[in-house]
């Protein structure tokens, strides 16, 4: 396992809270814990991230979780509580950063907790790589886009994190409304993608899941484009043409 350091885990935790995760509050307001939750594909996911916490705090163990209507399993959990003096430090630090007066989500004002580890948890957690075959009467080709789920933040700070994501590491994300709200961060340009990459990729190396692999395989099939980059194809794509990761047959592109 590539462990990481407390601080990395604290960034880990930002990228968490930022994503899937949420502080949460007792009806008095107190904290009561952070809860992280996954899906049954995504235990490894889920186990990764309880094995790092675990290192530097002391969470509940894992149980399994069941869909509220049907009551079957559905994936599993585990919670970080209020209840002794590691795990109140970093939470506290959580909320300070993570949240506003009114409990709401925001995203930190101080800019500079962003770090790229932070972006890597927050893109296996909230973020996509769609790809969509798009045939064409000469050449097929796949089409993607890059994007990562923004929960309720206000559109000021989302601009400001995508300004500040541009100018510290050259990223190019743009804003994408779902109704009159800005819902997503997107990029659709595979050069903008690879500059994303190359800045995680230490970690999309070391940590990524084999059930998140689809988030970083960019299936370039050099016969087509002329160019290679078989670093972001995580599974054999961009020789055969087809994604193991997602489980789709792009062989007509080849
Ligand atoms: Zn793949």
Known sequence: MYTLTKKQVTEMLIGCCLGDSCIEKRKSGDINNISFSHEKKQKDYLLYKYNCISKYYYPNPISKKENK????????????????????????????????????????????????????????????????????????????????????????????????????????FKPKKVGNKIGWITMDNKKDMIIFFDLIKEYIDNITPESLNYKFCLFELPQTRGETFPEYNRCNCFKTGICKCRNKDFSVCI
Do not use: H
Request: charged share 25%; no cysteine; proline share 2%.
């Open 69 to 172: 209507k049907t009551k079957d399993f559905s994936g599993f959990r585990f919670r970080l509580y209020y209840n002794n003096s590691s795990n109140k430090t970093i939470i506290d630090f959580l909320n300070k950063n993570l949240k506003n007066e009114n409990n709401e989500r925001i995203i930190p004002n101080d800019l500079s907790l962003i770090t790229p580890l932070v972006l890597y948890f927050w893109y296996l957690d909230d973020g996509y790589l769609s790809a969509r075959l798009i045939k064409r009467k000469n050449s097929n080709y796949v089409r993607k886009q890059l994007g990562i789920a923004l929960k309720s933040y206000s559109d000021e700070s989302i601009l400001k994190l995508i300004d500040y994501l541009k100018n510290k590491y050259s990223l190019n």
